[in-house]
């Protein structure tokens, strides 16, 4: 933030250059070494922004909104182009927050991380596993304090072990609401009353149902809650073809895959890892 001080009675009124000395001026700063602009070393999302230094939140919500009426699908713009332009106003944010103060971003984070930590450890006496985003931006913006941003974006619990129980559990985690990507409950217990469950995961983009005891009418339930998905695996739960024509027509733009060997996965940008991966790995 800039902070501009003005006094009245000590503004006196000024005459221009001469022309003569403009000359001067321009002549000497030609020969000058070129000096890299603050702009060069902007990070990526900001200049996806369309921002310049120093970055406040009013900012960066502003020309995130100016650039969403353009790169809106329904004005003209692509998904892809959307989704990028919405990751960028989340790392812009969350950037923006680390350099206003790293003893308050630390404290907003913290509590988040060591809610994680717990989760991946109950997720692992489970015998699953959790997948952790690891992005390069993080550490380049965060430096050593990248690890405390780090985010649950993925969860396999596979096996009979998984019940209803254990789904309503997870739930309860409020931070997971809007961080979850991917949840694989292949060959669970869950059923409708657990599925039910999963509404809260708002951001969800795939979602792995294989060989559960789900039906069409409990997806049918909560499909319309779950705005970002993508992709959802039926396979070997007893929907028949009839019924994924009608869950198709509620939710047009999800992608059913019914190949029982098909693996969903969250994506290129994180990775699977168990707690000692994740300590080997760091």
């Known amino acids: 933030m800039i902070l501009s001080l003005c006094r009245g009675r000590n503004l006196r009124i000024q005459r221009k250059p001469r022309p003569c000395i403009i000359a001067i001026i321009l002549l000497i700063l030609s020969y ?15 200049v996806a922004l369309g921002l310049l230094p120093p970055y406040a939140r009013d900012d960066v919500r502003q020309a995130y909104k100016l650039k969403a009426r353009d790169a809106h699908p329904d004005s003209g713009g692509t998904p892809e182009d959307f989704k990028a332009l919405s990751d960028a106003y989340e790392q812009a944010l969350e950037f923006v927050e680390f350099s206003a103060g790293r003893r308050g971003w630390l404290a907003a984070h913290i509590e988040r991380y060591a809610a994680d930590q717990e989760l991946i450890e109950e997720i692992e006496q489970f015998g699953g596993t959790a ?42 985690y409020n ?30 983009i795939r979602l792995d149902l294989r060989e559960t005891q789900i039906s069409a009418k409990g997806l049918g339930d909560i499909l319309p809650a779950l705005t970002h ?5 039926v396979g070997g739960t007893g929907i028949g073809w009839w019924q994924r024509r009608r869950l198709a027509k509620l939710a047009p733009k999800v992608q059913v895959v019914t190949a029982r060997a098909e693996r969903l996965s969250a994506g290129p940008k994180t990775r699977f890892s168990s707690i000692a991966e994740m300590a080997a790995a760091r």
Do not use: C, Y
Request: glycine share 6%.
């Open 32 to 46: 000058m070494p070129h000096q890299p602009s603050i702009a060069d070393d902007r990070p990526d999302f900001m």
């Open 131 to 172: 997948e952790i985003e690891k992005l390069d931006w993080r550490r380049q913006s965060f430096g050593d304090f990248a690890q405390v941003a780090e985010r649950i974006v993925g969860l396999r619990l596979n096996g009979p072990g998984v019940t209803n129980e254990v789904v309503s559990h997870i739930a309860q």
């Open 175 to 204: 931070h997971l609401h809007d961080s979850l990507r991917l949840l694989d409950l292949a060959e669970s217990e869950v059923d409708d009353d657990g599925i039910g469950q999963l509404a809260v995961f708002r951001r969800l």
């Open 229 to 233: 998905l993508e992709q959802l695996h």
